[in-house]
């Protein structure tokens, strides 16, 4: 059976399994209908489809009668930069982020650079069953034109950040091992990693498109890289994911700084320059409430996604966000999840810290999260999850999104994935053996 995964970021599916030419123009086409006359950016990640997926999307709009503003291959926070940048009305990034060779899809923006609200998202629906019969005629079509300077125009404002010295991150000369997985990370981070000074040792940054290895950044398909940074005796690995929202770091011991310490320690930095709020999504550890703690500043939590965070976001003020998959948020630059962001962050941090990746890693609050997830099968994912919540009702329960309960000495969240057809399970304890212990008793209360 096709499979195509509708979620609030946009439509996502397997190329010729799903994600058809006929599904790509009817999304595009009410999104266009939602966007109204105007530009519309696009931008996508480079792996094989991209190309045919573009040419039927910028078709489409270019049908609706909207002027289309193509950046190329490029990450996902730099297409959310353009369409702020340039002001247009909205923009597409080709991209289905982690997920393997055969997937593609379209993450859709407002006319702010956000990913759309649940509002937004559901009017966009609305406009399904009727926008195939409205389309322009040979005299109104839009307009394409590509802008060769969106990837500038966004490093250039990485690199403006507050409270970086770039001229002593350049002295530091950092040995940097740089795994891209042959996605748009290629043509963006020895860019970024070049105007900052670094030795760079390229491992994966082909632009070639196929993903040499499975392209979520976890440690499992990483080990390769791993090694890599102890051949090359680099201070730091930065590994992307094929769209380059999510860093994922590697200590100089090649071992996993973890991708929830990303998000602690940008937030650790941030708070030590300027006190404000903190917004992380219930998934990530809890470790940032630790940090925030220290600076006197305040964390709040919103449901998995980026349109979830970026909203709390708006209405906390909060000063930085983000997601534990190693995802950064600084509204100063995009209100999106940003690598590039991200590594300027930790790069100036290390800087400042003055020890190693192994020795900051280890001056963060220490807590260990395992991550799961099931195919649900025949179960019913809603009544396993009710069950759950009747057992464990006297403790603190919130049902924003899945299922997260806290206990005394650990938490867990359990939630149908927006991107697959999977139940995510993640539980965060003292000990990684305590997290996968909890984690294999509550999988067994799920398929029970």
């Known amino acids: 059976m096709p499979t195509l995964m509708v979620s609030i970021s946009g439509i996502r599916g397997i190329v010729g399994d799903g994600l058809d030419p006929n599904v790509l123009v009817k999304y595009t086409s009410a999104y266009a209908d939602f966007c109204g006359k105007g530009k519309i950016v696009i931008g996508n990640d480079g792996r094989i489809s991209g190309e045919m997926v573009r040419s039927i999307v910028i078709g489409t709009l270019l049908a609706k009668g909207n002027d289309v503003v193509d950046i190329g291959i490029c990450p996902t926070p730099t297409v959310l930069f353009n369409v702020k940048n340039l002001k247009a009305v909205g923009g597409i990034q080709i991209s289905a982020s982690h997920n393997p060779n055969e997937w593609n899809a379209l993450k859709l923006l407002n006319r702010k650079g956000e990913f759309m609200s649940p509002d937004e998202n559901a009017a966009m629906l609305k406009l399904l069953d009727n926008t195939n019969k409205k389309f322009a005629g040979w005299n ?7 802008y060769e300077k969106g990837l500038d125009d966004h490093v250039n404002a990485v690199l403006k950040m507050d409270y970086i010295n770039i001229a002593k991150i350049r002295r530091r000369k950092f040995k940097v091992l ?49 090694k890599a940074v102890k051949k090359y005796k680099a201070d730091i690995g930065i590994v992307v994911d094929p769209d380059v929202d999510r860093l994922v770091l590697i200590t100089e011991k090649g071992e996993p700084f973890g991708e929830e310490n990303t ?26 409430e ?30 930085i966000g983000g997601e534990g998959s190693g995802g950064v948020i600084l509204p100063k630059v995009n ?10 962050i930790m790069l100036q941090h290390l800087l400042e810290f003055g020890g190693t990746m ?3 890693k280890n001056s963060l609050p220490q807590f260990s999260i395992a991550k799961k997830k099931i195919e649900p099968g025949s179960l019913n994912p809603d009544r396993a999850l009710e069950k759950l919540i009747d057992k464990y009702k006297d403790q603190k329960i919130n049902l924003e999104d899945g299922v997260r309960i806290d206990f005394d000495d650990h938490w867990a969240h359990f939630r149908k994935s ?14 990684k053996k305590d997290a996968e212990v909890l984690a294999k008793k509550y999988f067994g209360e799920l398929k029970s």
């Open 140 to 146: 109104k079509l839009g307009k394409l034109t590509r």
């Open 178 to 226: 740089l795994d891209c997985v042959n996605g748009a990370g290629a043509y963006s981070m020895p860019q970024l990693l070049e105007k900052l000074g670094c030795k760079v040792t390229a491992v994966n940054c082909e632009k070639s498109g196929v993903f040499p290895r499975l392209p979520e950044p976890l440690p499992e398909n990483l080990t390769a890289t791993m």
């Open 263 to 288: 998000i602690t320690q940008a937030v650790k930095f941030y708070l030590s320059k300027k006190k404000g709020n903190v917004v992380v999504n219930l998934s990530t550890t809890r470790a940032v």
């Open 290 to 319: 630790d940090v925030a703690n220290e600076f006197g500043s305040k964390v709040f939590r919103s449901p998995v996604g980026e349109a979830n965070v970026v909203k709390k976001m708006k209405e906390v003020k909060a000063v």
């Open 335 to 344: 209100f999106g999840r940003d690598a590039l962001v991200g590594t300027v």
């Open 358 to 360: 192994s020795q900051l």
């Open 418 to 431: 927006n991107t697959e057809p999977i139940i995510r399970c993640i539980v965060e304890a003292k000990t």
